[in-house]
């Protein structure tokens, strides 16, 4: 079982930026495509960004595209979300995901390990 846990949250002014870690334990990482997803409050889980295993491909969604970039390091077992020019809207808690399969599948279903989650706090 894959153990993951998320760091880099806190309150940050629009246009500003985050970076957010998601570091695995007890199994590498490297096997699985590594997603993020967002949770507001009242609302339903979002997926954000996935990158393959291999990191060769990646795939965003539209609400981020151009302004997050997800990126990984197998050697030290980690995944990250740069975020950059954040609005009010992205304020979540985000969720790092891991899954066997396609990055393609963006339902929160198909993720097999989940982190425990990081606030992501934007003001206006």
């Known amino acids: 079982q894959v153990q993951l846990v998320e760091s880099g949250g806190g309150l940050v002014q629009a246009g500003g930026s985050l970076k957010l870690s998601c570091a695995a334990s007890r199994r590498a990482l490297s096997p699985y495509t590594m997603g993020w997803f967002l949770q507001a409050p009242g609302k339903e889980r979002e997926f954000v960004a996935a990158?393959?295993?291999?990191?060769?491909?990646?795939h965003y969604a539209d609400s981020v595209k151009g302004r997050f970039t997800i990126s990984r390091d197998n050697l030290k077992n980690t995944v990250y979300l740069q975020m950059n020019s954040l609005k009010p809207e992205d304020t979540a808690v985000y969720y790092c995901?891991?899954?066997?399969?396609?990055?393609?599948?963006?339902?929160?279903?198909?993720?097999?390990?989940w982190g425990q989650g990081t606030q992501v706090t934007v003001s206006s």
């Open positions: 990158i393959s295993a291999s990191a060769s491909i990646t």
């Open positions: 995901a891991a899954r066997s399969g396609s990055i393609y599948y963006t339902s929160g279903s198909g993720y097999d390990y």
